[in-house]
């Protein structure tokens, strides 16, 4: 399966269960429904991150037991939250993300 099917599956779902979300006709209710999507994936960014401050903390800190094993389903959680995310945000604006990305690849090797 692709990324552009992903979209289209995860575009499809938030349509069918959030469809005043999705009821869009202008300008300002586009930047109000992108607005929405970007703070919930910064949100759910925030979720991984704060598991792994904490796997740091005991690993490198010696501050608690906790180990990577112990978080990482919830760790693989979260990352497909910010995942599922950015598919909405690429169905919200048409994004070819397959695309942008082996863009921002080729830039990045050129760069790196
Ligand atoms: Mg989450």
């Known amino acids: 399966m692709d990324l552009a099917k992903l979209v289209e599956i995860q575009t499809a779902f938030s349509r069918e ?8 006709k202008t300008e300002q209710d586009l930047a109000l ?3 929405y ?8 960014v925030g979720e991984a991150a704060n598991l792994v401050k904490k796997v740091v ?3 490198v800190y010696g501050k608690g037991d906790l180990r990577l094993d112990d978080v990482k389903q919830e760790l693989a ?3 497909t939250d910010v995942f599922t995310y950015l598919l909405t945000i690429a169905g ?10 082996l863009q921002k690849l080729e830039k990045n090797r050129k760069r790196f």
């Open 17 to 24: 269960k959030f469809p005043t979300f999705w009821d869009i």
């Open 57 to 59: 903390r005991s690993v």
């Open 37 to 44: 999507l970007t703070n919930a994936l910064a949100g759910e």
């Open 92 to 101: 919200l604006l048409g994004l070819d993300l397959e695309k942008t990305y």
């Open 77 to 79: 959680e979260e990352i």
């Open 33 to 35: 429904r992108l607005e």
